[in-house]
T-cell receptor
């Protein structure tokens, strides 16, 4: 049973460019959440997707956008990249209504470096 | 963004020793979780706590949900080298319709000396 898979694992981009990160949730999960983890920090909530809609958003600018597809997979897009966007981007999947019992299942993340 | 305060920030211990770490918040949470993150990996859930005062064990790990609901504690007994990693606490916040987001702590970096 595959867990959460993210691609790519590493990425280097230049300031001002745009990037798309991808996530496939764990089998049976229908909700995807994205987190940004800066070096030496805990993960910070970006947004959550369920039923192909953004459910709630953390304190991130509109440069961060996302999408969820009918198969529950998700993409995170970041436009006009800044140096400060360099971080590990984590995708977490869950089953609606069961979060409080099992928490999230996290992927291994995409390490984004902006130069 | 909001983060919970964890202490200690990092610690070196000898194999076989017990470890204690804690997490505090200015806000109340109804659910606390503890995660472990290995290098190059995402966090993995260790223990979930659902009730103030609750004490829950998972093997050598024991966690407690503080009575005030503003703190939580994690203990690791008889540490082994594979316990090395970063331990995060997380408080759960409801988003409605049975979904949640998590506010994570700043992390405790544990290194075990053989």
């Amino acid at each position: 049973d595959a867990g959460v898979t993210q691609s790519p694992t590493h990425l280097i981009k230049t300031r001002g460019q745009q990037v798309t990160l991808r996530c496939s949730p764990k089998s049976g999960h229908d909700t995807v959440s994205w987190y940004q983890q800066a070096l030496g920090q805990g993960p910070q909530f970006i947004f959550q997707y369920y039923e192909e809609e953004e459910r709630q958003r953390g304190n991130f600018p509109d440069r961060f956008s996302g999408h969820q597809f009918p198969n529950y997979s998700s993409e995170l897009n970041v436009n006009a990249l800044l140096l400060g966007d360099s971080a590990l981007y984590l995708c977490a999947s869950s089953l609606q209504g069961f979060h409080s019992n099992y928490g999230y299942t996290f992927g291994s993340g995409t390490r984004l470096t902006v130069v | 963004g909001q983060q919970l305060n964890q202490s200690p920030q990092s610690m070196f211990i000898q194999e076989g020793e017990d470890v204690s770490m804690n997490c505090t918040s200015s806000s109340i949470f109804n659910t606390w979780l503890w995660y472990k993150q290995d290098p190059g990996e995402g966090p993995v859930l260790l223990i979930a706590l659902y009730k103030a005062g609750e004490l829950t064990s998972n093997g050598r790990l024991t966690a407690q949900f503080g009575i005030t609901r503003k703190d939580s504690f994690l203990n690791i007994s008889a540490s082994i080298p594979s316990d090395v990693g970063i331990y995060f606490c997380a408080g759960q916040l409801p988003l409605g319709s049975g979904t949640y987001k998590y506010i994570f702590g700043t992390g405790t970096r544990l290194k075990v000396l053989a």
